[in-house]
Structures are given as C-alpha cells and as structure tokens.
C-alpha cells in the first residue's frame, strides 16, 4: 500500500486566489512528521511546511497552512493568494517513528499551475 | 551560503560505465542521504548515512554504492551503469538534533543519462 498518497497529478489555480492541494498518508506509528516540498521548474526542492504527529494545532508558514485532520490521515497543504510563482510540483512526505535514519517517504507530487 | 552542493550537475553515459557522483555540505550535518526521482513518481531513496563512516540501504539500492569518509561528503557510486539509472538524483541532509523539525535540505540534483 502506498504510504503517500498525492491523488491530484495536475491542478489550475487562479492567480490571487486559495489552493488545496491533497495529501493522505499511511502508518501505524503513534509518532511522525508530515512535510511539504516544493519543486520549481528550476529542479531544486525546497523546504515548505511541517507538522509533527502531536501537534495540536495546523502548521502555517507565510501564506501555507497545513490542514492537518488526524483521524482521517489527511495533511492537505493550502496556499494562499496565489503568484505566479507557485507554479510548480509539490510533494508531500513522511517521516514515520523513530526510524533509524529518519528517513522521508514520498508522494507522487502534484503540479500546480497558476493562470493570470 | 552553501548548503548542500551537488557535483556533476549533468552527465551522460554510456551503459557500463562508471561514475561518482559527490554530495557535499556545509552545515556540519550528521545525516545525509541519496534519493532518485523518476518522471512521474516522488523521491525514492537509495542509500544513506547517519554519520561518517556509516552508511545503509534505502528503498532502491540495487546498482548502487556509497561512502562517508568524510562527514561533510556523501559519494554515490555507479559501478556499471545501465539505462533503468538514467534519473534525476538528489542529495540531502539533515542535523542530528532531537528537537528539529527533521528537515531534510536538498541539493540542486544531478540529471543523469545512461544511454
């Protein structure tokens, strides 16, 4: 079973206005962590969100937020506003437990692309 | 400011032949790893390394070796290349301590061809 699922290939986005984009996860572990990358055309992967198991409360970084719901397994990324700079492929990963070399799991990623 | 340095950034081969590809970083990270991304699919892991002189398998680690001799490198290895390695490979690390958010921060990639 796929530990990350990433269910949208392609997305369309007006500038300026909200996106969400899907992320449902697998595991057992009592504790792990949740992350978002993104990926422009330009190849690098960029750090964007995190959210730990126990946290109470959704992560927010700027204009991402992370729609964390526990019991459904889901840590859908939102994005806010969007630019024209958000065009780009973003994963979503996870760290599960304590594993020994922290290792991340990754989705199949979602292209999101901004019209002006 | 350079974080995690990746060399080459292209290459092309021809099958079996074989090449290393140098990860580098200046962050006195303790963990550092490999990952392939394939058109369509996230990264898959490959090998990686919770200190120097440490290494272990990932997902996909057929085809493949590395080494950390050095705390600040991670080298992987392609001993005879075939075509299924043609990929995009990124290098990442991340320090040791218990209370980060364990992010993992990545190199630009490599883009290899094997013909």
């Known amino acids: 079973a796929q530990k990350i699922t990433q269910t949208q290939p392609g997305m369309f986005v007006q500038e300026k206005e909200a996106v969400t984009l899907d992320c449902t996860y697998d595991?057992?572990?009592?504790?792990?962590?949740l992350f978002w990358y993104k990926q422009p055309s330009s190849g690098e992967m960029i750090f964007l969100i995190y959210?730990?198991?126990?946290?109470?409360q959704n992560a927010t970084e700027g204009r991402y937020s992370l729609n964390f719901q526990k019991a459904r397994k889901s840590a859908n990324l939102v994005i806010s506003a969007s630019q024209l700079g958000d065009s780009a492929m973003y994963f979503c990963?996870?760290?599960?437990?304590?594993?020994?070399?922290?290792?991340?799991?990754f989705g199949g990623g979602t292209r999101l692309m901004v019209k002006p | 400011n350079a974080g995690v340095t990746q060399t080459p950034k292209f290459r092309v081969l021809k099958t079996g032949q074989s090449m290393t590809l140098l990860c580098a970083q200046d962050?006195?990270?303790?963990?550092m790893y490999w990952y392939r991304q394939d058109p369509g699919m996230g990264l898959r892991l490959i090998h990686y390394s919770v200190g120097e002189g440490t290494t272990a398998k990932g997902e996909v680690p057929d085809g493949y070796n590395v080494s950390r001799l050095k705390k600040q490198n991670f080298l992987l290895g392609l001993e005879s290349a075939a075509p299924s390695q043609t990929s995009v490979y990124f290098c990442?690390?991340?320090?040791?301590?218990?209370?980060?958010?364990?992010?993992?921060?990545f190199g630009a990639g490599t883009r290899l061809s094997v013909l």
């Open positions: 595991t057992s572990d009592q504790s792990y962590g």
């Open positions: 990963a996870m760290r599960e437990g304590n594993n020994a070399g922290n290792m991340l799991t």
């Open positions: 959210q730990g198991s126990y946290d109470e």
């Open positions: 962050m006195n990270h303790e963990y």
């Open positions: 990442a690390s991340r320090p040791l301590q218990r209370l980060a958010k364990n992010i993992q921060y």
